[in-house]
């Protein structure tokens, strides 16, 4: 896959610096974000790897990263926090709604539409979600964090049908799996590597229009 490009905006470490590994290894131009220095991400830094500063929940920071129109072959927006540790519908404040929901779904859809022009006819736009977003498949609780990546998956197929499909480029909401990583825990079934190169393979694979709700594994997922 050489010559390709994708942008992996939130790649400081977890799943985003996992990604920025394997595209990498698969001959990929990347330009990977981060908020706060990670001395991890600059260790890969060279040919192949731009680094650029940017925060999902400050437009200013990723309104202007330099890409030029139709650059981009794909994009994976990777933003995302469990939310206050009480995660209850009963307790929580507006500050910690606010939180969650901007950093889980509002952010990453304003970048979404923000970043849209850089991408090529035909690629692939990709959001990280959770199957704690799905209403199907919900037993519940970790309300908040669940109804931010539900509203993920809502906010990134209307833009699959508003703003992607003309282009026929084709949005993803990705679920990752569980993922040993500093919100995944150590008891998780999925290390970073095996998750990456399942999503990995799905971006490399998609792309032509309309939406997915689907997992590292390549299997679509129930709303």
Do not use: C
């Not at 490009?5 to 799943?15: H, K, Q, T, W, Y």
């Not at 794909?74 to 009480?86: D, E, K, L, M, S």
């Not at 971006?203 to 709700?213: D, H």
Request: no cysteine; net charge negative.
């Amino acid at each position: 896959m050489a010559d390709k490009s994708v942008f992996i905006l939130g790649a400081s470490r977890g799943i985003g610096l996992g990604l920025v590994r394997e595209f990498m290894k698969r001959g990929w131009h990347v330009t990977a974000s981060e908020r706060d220095r990670s001395d991890e991400l600059h260790a890969l830094e060279g040919d192949g790897l731009r680094i650029v500063t940017a925060d999902v929940t400050d437009t200013g920071t990723y309104a202007d990263l330099g890409f030029d129109d139709a650059s981009l072959d794909a994009i994976v927006i990777n933003a995302g926090i469990t939310g206050a540790q009480h995660q209850s519908a009963e307790q929580a404040t507006r500050d910690e709604v606010a939180d969650v929901m901007m950093t889980n779904a509002f952010g990453p859809a304003a970048a979404a539409k923000a970043l849209l022009p850089a991408l090529k006819d035909g690629g692939t736009l990709a959001v990280m979600s959770s199957l704690m977003g799905s209403i199907a498949e919900s037993s519940g609780g970790y309300e908040l964090y669940r109804t931010s990546k539900t509203a993920l998956n809502m906010l990134a197929k209307g833009i699959a049908e508003q703003d992607a499909g003309p282009r026929a480029i084709e949005v993803l909401a990705l679920h990752p799996g569980w993922v040993q990583t500093d919100m995944g825990g150590h008891s998780a079934k999925l290390t970073v590597e095996e998750s990456v190169s399942g999503l990995a393979d799905v971006v490399e694979r998609a792309g032509g229009g309309g939406f997915r709700f689907v997992e590292y594994s390549g299997k679509e997922l129930p709303f």
